[in-house]
C-alpha cells in the first residue's frame, strides 16, 4: 500500500525542487531526491524506474525532458513497484494537463487515492482506465481504420494531433499490449515497428432487467415504480452508445466504492 505522493522538479539554480507532496506529513530528503534524478538522469528517457533508499521503496516516473516532472510514489517495502507503473503513467498525463495556474495541486489527494487503488482493479476497471485516457483511444481509433501502422508514424501522428501536453508513446504501447489490445511486431524490410489492433474494447448500458421487473423489491417507493418503467424505457427506445457516454459510464466505473 502506497505511504505518499511526491512531486518534485529539476532546477539548474537549487537543484531538485518538491512541488507538492501528500499527505503534508510525509518526509523525504534531498539526498533522495537526487538519487532519484540521477537515476532517471542515466536513462535519460520518459517512464518509470524503481529503486530502494534504505528503507524507503520509490517508484518513480519521469514525464521526459520535454517537460521535466518527476512523479514519486513512496511504498511500503513489500509492495511491487511494477504494480504501479501503469497507474503512475495514467497519473502523470492528468498532472500535465492541469499544469495551469496549478490546478493539478487540489487533485493529489484523489490522485493519490487512485494510485493507492490501482493494483486491485479488475480487469474490466483497468480496461475502462485504458478507454479513458484520451491518447490511447486517438490510438484505438487510428488502429480501428487502418489495422496496423508504424511505430514512428504513429508517433509523429500523435505530436501532431495532440498537443495539450507530452506523448509517452512507450508507457502507452505497454499499457495497451498488457491488456492485450494491440501487438508490436517487426517485419523484415520495414524501418519502424509495426502496430497491428488485436483486440477492441466496447462499451454499452443494457436494460436493468432484474430491477424493471420488480422495482419495489429493489427498494423503490411502490408509488414510483411505473414512472420508474416508462422513464427507463423511453432511455433505451432512443439510446446509442457515445464516446461522451461511455467516459461518464467509465468515471463511476474506476471508483472502487461506486464500483
Same mark, same amino acid.
Given at each position: 500500500m502506497p505511504v505518499g505522493l511526491v512531486i518534485m522538479r529539476w532546477d539548474e539554480r537549487v537543484g531538485t525542487e518538491i512541488l507538492a507532496k501528500y499527505p503534508e506529513e510525509i518526509t523525504i530528503t534531498d539526498k533522495t531526491l537526487m538519487q532519484v534524478y540521477s537515476t532517471h538522469e542515466y536513462s535519460g528517457e520518459a517512464g518509470m524506474i524503481s529503486l530502494m533508499v534504505g528503507s524507503l521503496n520509490i517508484a518513480s516516473y519521469y514525464t521526459g525532458p520535454e517537460k521535466g516532472y518527476y512523479i514519486l510514489l513512496l511504498l511500503n517495502i513489500d509492495d511491487d513497484p511494477d504494480a504501479y507503473e501503469g497507474g503512475l503513467a495514467d497519473v502523470?498525463?492528468?498532472?500535465?494537463?492541469?499544469?495551469?495556474? $496549478?490546478?493539478?495541486?487540489?487533485?493529489?489527494?484523489?490522485?493519490?487515492?487512485?494510485?493507492?487503488?490501482?493494483?486491485?482493479?479488475?480487469?474490466?476497471?483497468?480496461?475502462?482506465?485504458?478507454?479513458?485516457?484520451?491518447? #490511447?483511444?486517438?490510438?484505438?481509433?487510428?488502429?480501428?481504420?487502418?489495422?496496423?501502422?508504424?511505430?514512428?508514424?504513429?508517433?509523429?501522428?500523435?505530436?501532431?494531433?495532440?498537443?495539450?501536453?507530452?506523448? $509517452?508513446?512507450?508507457?502507452?504501447?505497454?499499457?495497451?499490449? #498488457?491488456?492485450?489490445?494491440?501487438?508490436?511486431?517487426?517485419?523484415?524490410?520495414?524501418?519502424?515497428?509495426?502496430?497491428?489492433?488485436?483486440? $477492441?474494447?466496447?462499451?454499452?448500458?443494457?436494460?436493468?432487467?432484474?430491477?424493471? #421487473?420488480?422495482? #419495489?423489491?429493489?427498494?423503490?417507493?411502490?408509488?414510483?415504480?411505473?414512472?420508474?418503467?416508462?422513464?427507463?424505457?423511453?432511455?433505451?427506445?432512443?439510446?446509442?452508445p457515445s464516446e461522451t457516454d461511455n467516459l461518464n459510464i467509465i468515471e463511476a466505473m474506476i471508483k472502487p466504492q461506486v464500483y
Open positions: 502523470s498525463r492528468i498532472i500535465l494537463q492541469n499544469l495551469e495556474d $496549478d490546478s493539478y495541486l487540489q487533485m493529489i489527494p484523489s490522485l493519490f487515492q487512485r494510485l493507492a487503488v490501482y493494483p486491485t482493479l479488475n480487469d474490466e476497471q483497468r480496461l475502462a482506465i485504458t478507454y479513458q485516457d484520451e491518447i #490511447k483511444r486517438m490510438i484505438i481509433n487510428r488502429l480501428r481504420e487502418e489495422g496496423v501502422v508504424s511505430k514512428s508514424e504513429l508517433m509523429v501522428w500523435l505530436k501532431d494531433r495532440y498537443r495539450q501536453g507530452f506523448v $509517452d508513446l512507450e508507457s502507452v504501447l505497454i499499457e495497451l499490449i #498488457k491488456r492485450e489490445i494491440i501487438k508490436e511486431a517487426s517485419v523484415k524490410g520495414m524501418p519502424s515497428e509495426l502496430i497491428f489492433l488485436t483486440h $477492441d474494447i466496447i462499451t454499452l448500458r443494457i436494460p436493468p432487467v432484474i430491477l424493471l #421487473k420488480d422495482p #419495489k423489491d429493489r427498494g423503490l417507493p411502490a408509488q414510483l415504480s411505473e414512472d420508474y418503467r416508462a422513464e427507463a424505457r423511453k432511455f433505451f427506445q432512443t439510446y446509442r
